[in-house]
Antibody, heavy 121, light 110 residues
Framework: QITLKESGPTLVKPTQTLTLTCTFS??????????VGWIRQPPGKALEWLAL???????RYSPSLKSRLTITKDTSKNQVVLTMTNMDPVDTATYYC?????????????WGQGTLVTVSS | QSVLTQPPSASGTPGQRVTISCSGS????????VYWYQQLPGTAPKLLIYRNNQRPSGVPDRFSGSKSGTSASLAISGLRSEDEADYYC???????????FGGGTKLTVL
């Protein structure tokens, strides 16, 4: 059974750095083809892909946010960490992590419950 | 800029068949698989269709997907009240080098 869960602060101040952790079970990020992605959704708005990391440490970032994002994995802890610098109120959103496969990388078959991050002073 | 365009809303009555379109370009739908997600209010998205027209285990066959050229469609037959949700298409975009989501379609069951 694959599960994922996001954790991190619910409130961050503008200009601060956000660090989110995705802790998962039921699969290993050392297995060939496996990937974990981060997707966010501002309140009432559409889904937006942020970043992807694969079993071989291949990393992909949304070009519009690339300069602010870093994605890393800790295979031994079954965790993926996303950091986003210079947070702004427009970054207020529910942040999801999700499981995918390299050859189906737009197919996120398992999602975490999401964590709402509010950016406000 | 890469975009997947969906109608903002769709509606139907119970038992009807509704379709939701997703229009893209050669860099996404035209050259990659299309995926569809259902998002019920207050919940995480759920993968509904993968690789254009494949259903994950547990997804009713009332849901079907198709793709032609740079466009795709999700069809829901025998509409039920529990189908009321937001639906998103997605496809890998070669220019983005990552997944691209559509703007979402809010389906209302009248």
């Amino acid at each position: 059974q694959i599960t994922l869960k996001e954790s991190g602060p619910t409130l961050v101040k503008p200009t601060q750095t956000l660090t989110l952790t995705c802790t998962f079970s039921g699969f290993s990020l050392s297995t060939s083809g496996v990937g974990v992605g981060w997707i966010r959704q501002p309140p009432g708005k559409a889904l937006e892909w942020l970043a992807l990391i694969y079993w071989d440490d291949d990393k992909r970032y949304s070009p519009s946010l690339k300069s602010r994002l870093t994605i890393t994995k800790d295979t031994s802890k079954n965790q993926v960490v996303l950091t986003m610098t210079n947070m702004d109120p427009v970054d207020t959103a529910t942040y999801y992590c999700a499981h995918t496969h390299y050859y189906d990388s737009s197919g996120f078959g398992y999602w975490g419950q999401g964590t709402l991050v509010t950016v406000s002073s | 800029q890469s975009v997947l365009t969906q109608p903002p809303s769709a509606s139907g009555t119970p038992g009807q068949r509704v379709t939701i379109s997703c229009s893209g370009s050669s860099s996404n739908i035209g050259s990659n698989y299309v995926y569809w997600y259902q998002q019920l209010p207050g919940t995480a998205p759920k993968l509904l269709i993968y690789r254009n027209n494949q259903r994950p285990s547990g997804v009713p066959d009332r849901f079907s997907g198709s793709k032609s050229g740079t466009s795709a469609s999700l069809a829901i037959s025998g509409l039920r009240s529990e189908d009321e949700a937001d639906y998103y298409c997605a496809a890998w975009d070669d220019s983005l080098s990552g997944p691209l989501f559509g703007g979402g379609t809010k389906l209302t069951v009248l």
